[in-house]
Every structure is written in C-alpha cells, then in structure tokens.
C-alpha cells in the first residue's frame, strides 16, 4: 500500500505538468475505442441472432438447443454492446492523470470479464460431460453446453485482444508524456524524461 501511494504521489504531478497534452483527445479517443469494441461485439451479436435463429428452424436435437442458447446469448450481447455504446461519454476538461485512469480502469474489467469466459467455457464443458450421464434433457445439456463454450471463447479472445490493445493505448499516455514505467517481478521502475 505504501509503494501505490508513493507511486500516486509521483505520477499525480507528472501528469499535471505536461500542459500542452490534450488530454480531453485522449479521452475522446478512449471513447472510440470502447465504441469501436462494441461495434464488433454487436456484430457478432446479430450475426448469431440471425444465423442461428434460421438455424433453429433447420435442425432439432442437440443442434435446436446449440442454435437455441446462441439467440439468447447473443440477445444479451446485443443489449451490453447498445448499452456500451450508449452509456459512455466524452469528458472536455480531464488530466492525464484521468485519462490514463479511464485506460486502467477498462483494463480491469476487461481482466474480470476474461476470468467469466473462462467460467462460462468451464460451465459449457460441465455441461456436454453432465449430459452424457443424463436421460433426460440431455440435448439441452449437450446444445447449451456446446453453445456456451463458443461464446465463452469468442469472448475470451474479445477480452484478451481489447487488454492487449487497451494496454497499448495506456503506454501510449507515457510516452506522450516522456514517462516510462516497468514491472519486473516485484520491482517498479519509474522514469520521466525531459
């Protein structure tokens, strides 16, 4: 807890003293980017909700209920990315110490919502082995379980390219600033150059 203070304590007024920065198009720019990330997440979203819903009435058994688990998940989708897309808003006045916040903060949902994919893909797996075992409802089992495990994965992949690409976008901040910061094992290197 004391190294994060002291590392507060040096960033807040590094971050204050490059004035000439804009950082209100750093924050515009992080905007796009979230927007940009459900873009492809509602795309991915309405082409299972179409893909799949035609599916449906194409196939039964265990295929119905994959195609079946693909609307529903994706209906969620669809309502997560609209809501991404609407609920973020630009700031005008923000200091690169917010900026870099608002890159950090996305960072770790991201890292939260990869540790869900995983969950799901675990699930869908308990899943297809459960209805091996099971006499009844073992399509659904079987469909569901198959379904969740692609969307898990899809997800996870979502997750893991948007980390790496937010994490490019925060190192990007430092080095606008002439800041370098380095994790090695339980070391922090910190430099700022002028």
Known sequence: MKRFIVILLI??????IAQ???FSKISTDHIEFRHNGMYVL??????????SGYMMSQTNGWHFRFHQMNVFWNVVNLGIAAGGV??????????GLEAYEQYADFGKILLFNAGLDLAYMATGLFMQERAKNVS????ML???????ILQGGFLFL???VLYGLNQ?????????ENIELSLTGNMMNFSLYF
């Open 20 to 22: 000439d920065q804009d």
């Open 136 to 139: 009844k409802r073992k399509d």
């Open 42 to 51: 509602g795309g991915w979203a309405v082409t299972n909700i179409l893909g």
């Open 168 to 176: 490019s976008k925060m190192q990007e901040i430092f080095n606008a």
């Open 142 to 148: 079987k469909g569901y379980g198959k379904s969740i």
């Open 11 to 16: 960033l807040i007024p590094v971050f204050t």
């Open 86 to 95: 609407g609920f973020t808003q630009s700031q005008d006045d923000i200091t």
């Open 158 to 160: 979502f997750d893991a």
